[in-house]
T-cell receptor, first 115, second 114 residues
Framework: NAGVTQTPKFRVLKTGQSMTLLCAQD?????MYWYRQDPGMGLRLIHY???????AKGEVPDGYNVSRLKKQNFLLGLESAAPSQTSVYFC??????????????FGPGTRLTVL | KQEVTQIPAALSVPEGENLVLNCSFT??????LQWFRQDPGKGLTSLLL?????REQTSGRLNASLDKSSGRSTLYIAASQPGDSATYLC?????????????FGSGTQLTVLP
């Protein structure tokens, strides 16, 4: 099993450009999450999904949109990138139906720089 | 709003020492607590998951404890090795919200000197 994978690994954007980050998981997890990690601020939740076709806002959702058209994929979009969105983005997934616990598993991250 | 604090921010120890990393949280109404390891430039690796009804979990040289009433968790690493050098993150799962979202601390950067 590949676990949680993310593409791309690195990306440089100019201010105002758009892009989509792709997260895929092969663990049949129901829940998926997008976080950003910034120095001194830890990981903060951007958006999450509790199932195919559902999404919800996290702590820092402004400037981002998400979609969960397939259970195994969770897309994070930046419509008009800003320098403040320079960060490392992590995707995570958790919870298989029938489990009594919710352990999150993380992807390797996408390092995004907005100039 | 849940706040998670990890002290110290950085720790350096000689190889072979036993050590304790601390995590504190402000709201004791939690669903679970998860400890992660992060190597430079890498993703997070789950080390231990403690459910709110549990007091501790063990995996190899690692032992994590949970005291909800005092809002504290500790990660004990026995017989530390240079390969244990990494940043250790504590994250608390909330009871509200449908996806049991995690709130993270800023981490403790551990260096084990050979």
């Amino acid at each position: 099993n590949a676990g949680v994978t993310q593409t791309p690994k690195f990306r440089v954007l100019k201010t105002g450009q758009s892009m989509t980050l792709l997260c895929a998981q092969d663990m049949n997890h129901e829940y998926m999450y997008w976080y950003r990690q910034d120095p001194g601020m830890g990981l903060r939740l951007i958006h999450y999904s509790v199932g195919e076709g559902t999404t919800a806002k996290g702590e820092v959702p402004d400037g981002y949109n998400v979609s969960r058209l397939k259970k195994q994929n969770f897309l994070l979009g930046l419509e008009s990138a800003a320098p403040s969105q320079t960060s490392v983005y992590f995707c995570a997934s958790s919870y298989r139906p029938g489990q009594s616990y919710n352990e999150q598993f993380f992807g390797p991250g996408t390092r995004l720089t907005v100039l | 709003k849940q706040e998670v604090t990890q002290i110290p921010a950085a720790l350096s120890v000689p190889e072979g020492e036993n050590l304790v990393l601390n995590c504190s949280f402000t709201d004791s109404a939690i669903y679970n607590l998860q400890w992660f390891r992060q190597d430079p430039g890498k993703g997070l690796t789950s080390l231990l998951l403690i459910q709110s009804s549990q007091r501790e979990q063990t995996s190899g040289r690692l032992n994590a404890s949970l005291d909800k009433s005092s809002g504290r968790s500790t990660l004990y690493i026995a017989a530390s090795q240079p390969g244990d050098s990494a940043t250790y993150l504590c994250a608390v799962g909330g009871i509200s919200g449908s996806a049991r979202q995690l709130t993270f601390g800023s981490g403790t950067q551990l260096t084990v000197l050979p």
